[in-house]
């Protein structure tokens, strides 16, 4: 992101020439990734108006080394000239800094924590800001997801794993697709702000249900069992059924293992339906965020259900079985009263959330 479109996007983004001065000076210095980071933080946190104590207003950073690839490279050259290491440089490559830095551009002074389950890291992030929530210990909890940077060594690790798409032409990812062709790691940001109902009493997609199950394993295999309780939990959680579903958002890596046992579990949960729910997958259209794949697919779904479509899922010509696949062009859909959104990640770590319409449960907003 170039310096100009930066500071635009700052601009456009913050409520006072204040506030931007602060949030441009904050990203003056970062990288591409770290600052459309921030700018999805500042979209996310513009969504609201605070009506609370920023002692109040918490902060949840789904990461999992998100930047491994100069981390990779640090380290590297650390060994080499162990006297050259500089406290700053280093520090600012872990996880937790990105706390420290929307803080610092934000404001807010409430409870900040970071979630590294992986591919999963962001719908476990927004659990645990609702629970926060819930708990009565936050009014408000900003959710980001900043951009992974894979390395050399992890791209080398998703290929011997044979998950790396094998596709080089338009739609590399084919979620549910015989070829399985395999993901492709793109750094992507995300973030929302998830508040009290009582702070909103109107507008904004409700964030209605979370759930999530750890199958025990230190693999990257799925296990079709723990998926579908993941995603019992959460409908359980929006005091919903799975005949209330209207669309699923799925998790959907265009993998062999991961497509199958999604499709199975979703077969299972849903089979019985005479009309089953619509199905699509964004990764077909972004690629694969890893860290950043939950909010991303969430924001995507609050979009789809305020605007009243469905996006296709590019590279799905041959389907492993025959569901209710979102078709392959963009279409209107009319009213979506409730959204399931799928994350499953390596170590058995899945994590399910129920987003609804507005005026459709009580539970919490999603902005």
Excluded at 29 to 49: F, I, K, M, N, Y
Excluded at 53 to 81: P, Y
Excluded at 112 to 126: D, L
Excluded at 305 to 317: A, D, E, M, R, V
Aim: charged share 15%; glycine share 10%; net charge negative.
């Amino acid at each position: 992101m170039a310096e100009s479109g930066f500071r635009d996007s700052i601009e456009k983004l913050c409520a006072s020439s204040e506030a931007a001065g602060r949030a441009a000076c904050t990203g003056r210095r970062l990288s591409t990734p770290l600052r459309a980071t921030l700018v999805a933080a500042l979209e996310a946190w513009g969504t609201v108006e605070l009506n609370t104590k920023l002692d109040r207003v918490g902060c949840i950073v789904a990461a999992n080394n998100h930047q491994d690839s100069t981390l990779e490279a640090l380290i590297r050259q650390d060994a080499v000239s162990p006297q050259i290491v500089t406290p700053g440089r280093r520090l600012s490559r872990l996880d937790p800094w990105i706390l420290g830095l929307l803080s610092r551009a934000l404001g807010f002074r409430g409870y900040g924590s970071v979630i590294g389950t992986q591919s999963a890291a962001s719908n476990s992030a927004v659990a645990v800001a609702v629970a926060m929530i819930r708990a009565g210990l936050l009014d408000y909890c900003l959710v980001v997801a900043p951009a992974f940077e894979p390395s050399e060594s992890f791209l080398a690790m998703c290929s011997n794993l044979g998950i790396l798409s094998r596709v080089t032409d338009s739609g590399p990812i084919r979620p549910f697709d015989n070829s399985h062709a395999g993901t492709v790691p793109v750094p992507l940001a995300a973030a929302v702000m998830i508040s009290n109902p009582a702070m909103e009493p109107s507008g904004g997609i409700r964030l209605s249900g979370v759930g999530g199950c750890q199958h025990p394993t230190t693999g990257a295999e799925p296990d079709l069992e723990a998926e579908i309780i993941t995603m019992k939990l959460a409908l359980a959680d929006a005091g919903i059924g799975p005949e209330d579903i209207d669309y699923v958002n799925a998790h959907a890596t265009g993998t062999p293992q991961g497509d199958s046992c999604e499709a199975s579990a979703l077969r299972n949960l849903f089979g019985r339906r005479q009309m089953p729910p619509v199905i699509n997958a964004t990764k077909a259209l972004l690629g694969h965020g890893f860290n950043a794949a939950g909010l991303v697919g969430i924001v995507a779904s609050a979009l789809q259900i305020n605007n009243g479509f469905l996006h296709s899922t590019p590279g799905l010509t041959s389907p492993i079985e025959e569901f209710s696949w979102a078709p392959k062009s963009t279409v209107r859909h009319g009213v979506v009263s409730h959204a399931l959104c799928n994350t499953f990640a390596f170590f058995g770590v899945n994590a399910s959330v129920v987003l609804s319409a507005p005026d459709t449960t009580e539970n919490g907003y999603v902005s």
